[in-house]
Each structure stands twice: as C-alpha cells, then as structure tokens.
C-alpha cells in the first residue's frame, strides 16, 4: 500500500564531460580563464608579439583598436560600415563563455597596444565553429593575421572540433587567399552571391605549413 525510502542514490552520466576534458576542465560549469595561452609569438617575418585570451575587462583596449583600423577593413569585417563602437557592441568581443568561444589578443610587448584579434566561436556540439580575424590596417602585410589564425586552428583541434568555417566578402580577395593558404575550401554563399564560404576540415588535418 505504500513504499518508505530509507535511502537514496543518484548516479550522473557525463558522455559530454568526457568530450570537454580534451578542454582541460570538465568540472566546471562556468570554464576559467585559460591562461595557458598566454605567450610570445614570432610570426614568419620576424614580428614578435604577445598573445593572451580576451577578458572583460578588455572594452577600452578594442575601442581604441578600432579606432585605428581603416573604415573600409571595419566594412569588410563586419559586413557593414560600423559609425559607433558602443558599449554593446564592444561587449559581444570581449565578454566570452571561454567553454564555446575563443578570442586571442595580439598585443604590442612593449606598449600593450591590440595589434588584432582572432575569434572563434563553436555550435553547442563542440563540432563546427565560426572564425573571424581582424589585423590593424597599418601591420597588415607581416604575417599577423597568418599567425593569429594558425594559432585558433591549433585551439579548435586541441578542443576536438571538426571544421572551422567562415563567411567573407567575395571583395576581400587578401582574407580569401589567407585562407586558401591555410587550406581552407572557398565557394559562393548559394544564399548570397557576394559572399564566399570557406571551410577547413580539422579532421583530414588540413592546415598548410
């Protein structure tokens, strides 16, 4: 007529916190600040540089980075002319869940001034994940953007993920040959003939040197 519990148990299964342990912390549901990719970086030219992780902290940093980039880059990189770098706007690049995302700073080691950015932000699966990467208008040329960009493709591996995609102006021909360098696939956006997709398969380890 009736049942009286005198103890109870409660077994978790976490397939998925397996999968994140290839992030290095599992146990947390709100993922620390990886400091573990704090470092210097030389480029192929010569050109040395800080990298470390995006903070929050970080809004000044980027609006005087922007500041300094050419309208014409901001157009292409955003998709559209940018007139205000708002709070808002500002905060969507640097406040991050560093559990789905990624975005690295290069910094200058002598005065701390952001000379780009690269960013990647993965599906709720962990297996495809959108990239963008930003170089101030007057560094571009020194192997800055190739760097930053073979610095997230070595992140989206380390964390497991599939493929790395993006979307780019069929205009900005210099993005499209970076990424064609790196091995990226390029064809045309079937929903917008102005726009190229580029993908990189993780998983055939695609990469060039």
Not at 34 to 51: Q, S, Y
Not at 137 to 143: A, E, I, K
Not at 149 to 170: C, E, F, K, N, T
Request: aromatic share 8%.
């Amino acid at each position: 007529s009736g049942v009286l519990a005198l103890d109870a148990r409660i077994a978790i299964g976490a397939p998925r916190a397996e999968r994140l342990t290839r992030g290095g912390h599992p146990r947390f549901a709100i993922r620390p600040y990886p400091k573990e990719w704090e470092r210097e970086v030389t480029t192929d030219a010569g050109f040395t540089f800080r990298i470390r992780p995006v903070r929050p902290e970080d809004e000044d940093l980027f609006r005087t980075f922007l500041e300094r980039v050419d309208p014409n880059d901001i157009r292409q990189r955003f998709f559209a002319p940018v007139k205000e770098f708002s709070h808002a706007f500002i905060a969507r690049l640097t406040q991050i869940d560093y559990a789905r995302s990624m975005v690295l700073a290069a910094l200058d080691r002598d005065t701390g001034e952001m000379l780009g950015a690269v960013r990647l932000h993965a599906d709720p699966d962990n297996a495809d994940a959108e990239f963008a990467v930003f170089v101030r208008s007057d560094l571009q040329g020194r192997g800055l953007g190739l760097t930053l960009m073979r610095l997230i493709i070595d992140y989206g591996r380390g964390q497991g993920m599939r493929r790395i995609v993006g979307q780019v102006l069929a205009e900005n021909t210099r993005m499209l040959s970076l990424a064609r360098d790196l091995g990226f696939r390029a064809s045309t956006d079937p929903g917008d003939p102005g726009l190229q997709k580029v993908v990189l398969d993780l998983k055939d380890g695609g990469q060039a040197a």
